[in-house]
Nanobody, 125 residues
Framework: QVQLVESGGGSVQAGGSLRLSCNASGRAISTYFMAWFRQAPGKEREFVAV????????YYVDSVKGRFTISRDNANNTMYLQMNNLQPEDTAVYYC??????????????????WGQGTQVTVSS
């Protein structure tokens, strides 16, 4: 499995921006899908975005399209989530996750086997 460590969370006002980072180690990360999920208090963990580390292909949940950008830095084995125009409903613990490219890509928590510890994002109105 791959080990994942997130960083970059914090508190911002509505309309502000944050960039989350997820550093990966342990296995050949180029053979993985890597994703961001989030979990708000009292809610289930929700898919946000995913990137095919090999091809760079991306996919987003509709609620963040045009505001969030997922990207990767091959040299540093780091994935990013640039979040712009943040809104109070974006408040959650954000997790990075990974699953091998050899598996069917899904967007549920069960589809990913490796997880980071999470980082808190709080957006005030």
């Amino acid at each position: 499995q791959v080990q994942l460590v997130e960083s970059g969370g914090g508190s911002v006002q509505a309309g502000g921006s944050l960039r989350l980072s997820c550093n990966a180690s342990g296995r050949a990360i180029s053979t993985y899908f890597m994703a961001w999920f989030r979990q708000a208090p009292g809610k289930e963990r929700e898919f946000v975005a995913v990137i095919n580390w090999s091809s760079g292909g991306t996919y987003y949940v509709d609620s963040v399209k045009g505001r969030f950008t997922i990207s990767r830095d091959n040299a540093n084995n780091t994935m990013y989530l640039q979040m712009n125009n943040l809104q109070p409903e974006d408040t959650a613990v954000y997790y990075c996750a990974a699953t091998p490219l050899s598996l069917r890509l899904g967007t549920t928590e069960a589809d990913f086997g490796s997880w980071g510890q999470g980082t808190q994002v709080t957006v005030s109105s």
